[in-house]
C-alpha cells in the first residue's frame, strides 16, 4: 500500500505529544511559572486532569514509561498520600476557577495500587476539584484486572480503560517479559461491555522475534474482541536511555523494512475491518470520540497521543507528570522520593519545562495539523523547509503557503512534521524511528 522509502526514515524523530518536546525542557522553568499559570484560570475554564501513578507489578522489558515496581505495601501508601495532598494543592491555588472535563489515569498501572486507594484518589479529585461531570478513563495492565475492579470502576463512573496488551504471541510476549494468555484479555473486555465501559487496546509492531505473521495474528485476536479505540505503536529500543531495555537482545527485532511493512499490514488489517484511521498509528470504530473528531477537524494531540479533548489546560498530577498551558509546558519532578518532599512540603512539584514563544507556538499548529488533519496553512510571511524530496516522491503537496499530505505520506508524517521543528538537532539520539 505504502512505498518505502529507507532515506527518509533514518532520522529518529519525536512522536511531537508536544512543541517544544520534552528534549527541551530546562531547570530554569518549573514551579514559579506553574504558579503563575493556575492563579491566571479564568472561573469556567476548561480544564483536564492527568494523574500518574508510576508503579507495576511487573516491570515489562520493552516499556519506556517512568515507573517503578510495585513491591512494598509502604511505598504505595507514602505516593497515594502525598498524591492526595498535591491534589489539594493545586485545588487550592486554582481557588474554585476551572471546571474539570476530562480526568486520566495513567502510568505504569494504576490497578498497580489497591483497589481502595484508586478509589481514595478519585474521591479526593471530586472533593478538591469543579469534577462531577468529567469524562473518566484509566490506564490498565490486564493482568491485574478482576471482577470488584471492574465493578467498582463501574460503580464510580468511568467511561473507558485502555489495556496495556501489546502482543498475544505467547513467544514474543517471553522475550519482553509480558505474559498474559488471550482469554484472560478476552474475559476482561466482555466484563467491560457488560459495566458499559469502553476499551481500548495498545499494541506493538518491531518487537523482538516478532514475524509480520506474528502481528496478524495479533490483530485478528484484538478485532474479534472489537475494542473501541487501537494503537498500535512501533517498539522503540533505546537501551542506552532505558536500562530494562538491555534484556532484549538488539539482533533479535526485525529490520526497518519489516518494520514498515509490518505497520503497512496493520493500517491496512484495522481499517480493513472497519476502523478509521486517526493519524498514522491510531484506529478507532466510526462511532468513538477520535473517530468522530477526525471527520469533522476536532482531533489533536497531547501528552496522551491523539486526542478529541478540546481543553488548552492540562494539569498533570504525580511524579513527572507534566502540566501544559497556551504558553508553557512544566514537569513535575520525576523521582518519587525527591517528588514526595516537595509535595509533603505544600510546594507545587514542577521542576523543569519551556516557555512557549509565539514562534514555537506557530510551529506547534502546524506539526500538530500535519499529524491530525494531514495539511497545514504554513502561510507566505515565513520561510518554506526544504521539502524538496517530500514533493519529489509525491508525499506531499505546495499550494500558496498551504501544505497538503498525500494518502501515501501517512508513514512519512512525522518526518515531515519534523522540518518544521527549530529544535530538532541532526544527531539527535534521544527519540525513535518514525516508524
Same mark, same amino acid.
Given at each position: ?5 529507507? /532515506? ?30 493556575? /492563579? ?20 515489562? $522489558? ?12 509502604? *511505598? ?43 478509589? *481514595? ?8 476539584? /469543579? ?6 478513563? !484509566? ?9 470488584? $475492579? ?14 496495556? !496488551? ?40 518491531? +518487537? ?23 494503537? +498500535? ?18 539482533? /533479535? ?46 482531533? *489533536? ?37 525527591? $517528588? ?30 500535519? +499529524? ?57 539520539? *534521544? ?5
Amino acid at each position: 500500500m505504502w512505498t518505502y522509502y529507507p /532515506d527518509l526514515l533514518d532520522r529518529p524523530v519525536p512522536r511531537y505529544t508536544s512543541y517544544p518536546t520534552a528534549a527541551q525542557f530546562g531547570g530554569n522553568i518549573g514551579a514559579m511559572e506553574l504558579a503563575a499559570r493556575l /492563579d491566571k484560570v479564568e472561573k469556567g475554564s476548561a480544564l483536564s486532569l492527568y494523574v500518574h501513578i508510576p508503579y507495576c507489578h511487573d516491570i515489562c $522489558w520493552y516499556c519506556g514509561c517512568n515507573t517503578g515496581a510495585a513491591n512494598r505495601v509502604q *511505598r504505595l501508601t507514602a505516593y497515594v498520600e502525598s498524591l492526595e495532598r498535591e491534589i489539594a494543592t493545586v485545588a487550592r491555588r486554582l481557588n474554585g476557577r476551572g471546571r474539570v472535563a476530562r480526568i486520566a489515569f495513567g502510568g505504569g498501572s494504576p490497578n498497580s495500587l489497591p483497589l481502595v486507594d484508586f478509589v *481514595r484518589l478519585l474521591q479526593q479529585l471530586l472533593l478538591c476539584f /469543579d469534577a462531577h461531570h468529567a469524562e473518566l478513563s !484509566v490506564e490498565l495492565d490486564p493482568r491485574r484486572i478482576d471482577a470488584q $475492579w471492574i465493578a467498582t470502576m463501574a460503580a464510580m463512573g468511568v467511561d473507558r480503560v485502555n489495556l496495556g !496488551v501489546q502482543t498475544f504471541t505467547p513467544h514474543v510476549q517471553a522475550r519482553i517479559g509480558r505474559i498474559q494468555p488471550r482469554d484472560m484479555v478476552e474475559r476482561a473486555v466482555d466484563r467491560f461491555a457488560a459495566a458499559g465501559i469502553a476499551t481500548g487496546f495498545d499494541l506493538m509492531y518491531g +518487537l523482538p522475534s516478532q514475524t509480520p505473521e506474528d502481528l496478524a495474528a495479533t490483530l485478528d485476536a484484538s478485532i474479534a474482541m472489537r475494542p473501541a479505540r487501537i494503537a +498500535l505503536f512501533g517498539y522503540a529500543h533505546m537501551p542506552r536511555l532505558l536500562p530494562r531495555q538491555r534484556r532484549i537482545d538488539a539482533s /533479535d527485532l526485525p529490520d526497518l523494512a519489516t518494520r514498515f511493512a509490518m505497520a503497512a499490514d496493520g493500517h491496512a488489517m484495522l481499517t480493513g475491518a472497519g476502523y478509521d484511521s486517526i493519524g498514522f498509528d491510531h484506529f478507532a470504530l466510526p462511532h468513538d470520540g477520535l473517530a468522530r473528531a477526525t471527520r469533522e477537524g476536532r482531533l *489533536r494531540r497531547n501528552f496522551q497521543g491523539f486526542t478529541d479533548d478540546p481543553a488548552d489546560i492540562l494539569l498533570g498530577l504525580g511524579a513527572s507528570a507534566i502540566s501544559q498551558f497556551p504558553d508553557l509546558i512544566v514537569q513535575n519532578e520525576k523521582q518519587a522520593g525527591p $517528588w514526595r518532599e516537595r509535595v509533603d512540603a505544600g510546594q507545587l512539584s514542577a521542576t523543569r519545562g519551556t516557555i512557549r514563544t509565539p514562534e514555537d507556538r506557530r510551529r506547534g499548529r502546524i506539526i500538530d495539523a500535519l +499529524l491530525c488533519r494531514g495539511e497545514a496553512h504554513v502561510g507566505t510571511a515565513h520561510p518554506m523547509p526544504d521539502l524538496s524530496r517530500f514533493e519529489q516522491l509525491g508525499l506531499i503537496r505546495l499550494s500558496e503557503g498551504r501544505i497538503i499530505l498525500t494518502r501515501d505520506a501517512l508513514p512519512y508524517a512525522r518526518s515531515i512534521a519534523a522540518c518544521f521543528d527549530a529544535h530538532l538537532q541532526i544527531a539527535e539520539r *534521544r527519540f525513535s524511528q518514525a516508524v
